[in-house]
């Protein structure tokens, strides 16, 4: 079983920077295509970004394609999101995943029946 727990959310303003972290425990992430989705109120949740099991293969939701970036450290079985440049609109809950299929496969389906976090809060103010 994996245990996924995100940190480093919190209030910022726009244009700040946040860097969010997920912990993973039960299994190494190096199994998984490891990747972090959103939920805004009122919203469905949405893909936000996925890295392949080696970290070579990196995808991004448009809307925040050049201001985030995925990254993992399979050796601390961590996975973060730097988000820069940081908009009223990407408010949200985050949420962490681990996936066993392909990167690629949870970039076109955009969703995930794995492994999720607890989710974390990020505000960012106008």
């Known amino acids: 079983q994996v245990q996924l727990v995100e940190s480093g959310g919190g209030l910022v303003q726009a244009g700040g920077s946040l860097r969010l972290a997920c912990a993973c425990s039960?299994?190494?992430?190096?199994?998984?295509?490891m990747g972090w989705f959103r939920q805004a109120p009122g919203k469905e949740r949405e893909f936000v970004a996925a890295?392949?099991?080696?970290?070579?293969?990196?995808f991004y939701a448009d809307n925040v394609k050049g201001r985030f970036t995925i990254s993992r450290d399979n050796a601390q079985n961590t996975v973060y999101l730097q988000m820069n440049s940081l908009k009223p609109e990407d408010t949200a809950v985050y949420y962490c995943?681990?996936?066993?299929?392909?990167?690629?496969?949870?970039?076109?389906?955009?969703?995930?029946?794995?492994?999720w976090g607890q989710g974390t809060q990020v505000t960012v103010s106008s």
């Open positions: 995943n681990a996936d066993q299929r392909a990167a690629r496969v949870v970039y076109d389906s955009k969703n995930s029946n794995d492994y």
């Open positions: 890295i392949s099991r080696g970290g070579v293969g990196t």
């Open positions: 039960g299994r190494t992430i190096s199994s998984y295509t």
